[in-house]
């Protein structure tokens, strides 16, 4: 058996290489990070799809999945939404929320996965800052 230090007597100070970290959870790998990113991006095309043709809340009306974070370990699954309207990001949120075990029983005929993750709903401030910023750098750039 060699030693570990002998794997890397050819190292000098001032060498530059990379660190991996494999990390383990329960006796099992997680999952990598673009299966969660490729799940997350199926996820919000059939949302947007049942939100559309499914789901008759009146509160839920103009609503967009604007992306989709799932967990690691594919158990939870963050959705961010918009609405054309910012007062009616409340009571969308809300029936989201109402609707977020049936969304997930239809998800669940619609994309095969072991288990599917719970649903969250979280409202997406980014677009609304952006635009905000927006005005501001507009307002203070000189006029031609």
């Known amino acids: 058996m060699r030693h570990v230090a002998e794997e890397f007597s050819d190292i ?3 060498d530059q290489f990379e660190v991996f970290e494999v990390q383990e ?8 990070p673009g299966r969660a990113q ?3 991006d199926l996820i919000q095309r059939e949302l947007s799809d049942l939100l559309h043709r499914e789901l008759r809340d009146p509160r839920v009306g103009m609503v967009t999945i604007t992306s989709v974070d799932v967990s690691p ?3 939870h699954a ?9 007062k009616q990001a409340e009571p969308a949120a809300q029936g989201l929320e109402r609707a977020a075990g049936f ?10 996965l072991y288990s599917m993750p719970e649903l969250r709903f979280q ?8 635009d905000r910023l927006s005005q501001l750098i507009d307002s203070v750039r000189p006029k031609k």
């Open 12 to 14: 000098k100070e001032g």
């Open 78 to 86: 963050l959705v961010y939404f918009t609405c054309l309207d910012a």
């Open 25 to 32: 959870v329960a006796g099992r790998c997680e999952a990598r």
């Open 103 to 112: 969304l997930r029983s239809q998800l669940a005929k619609r994309v095969t």
């Open 73 to 75: 370990d594919m158990s």
């Open 38 to 40: 490729k799940i997350g």
């Open 123 to 130: 409202y997406d401030e980014s677009i609304a800052r952006a």
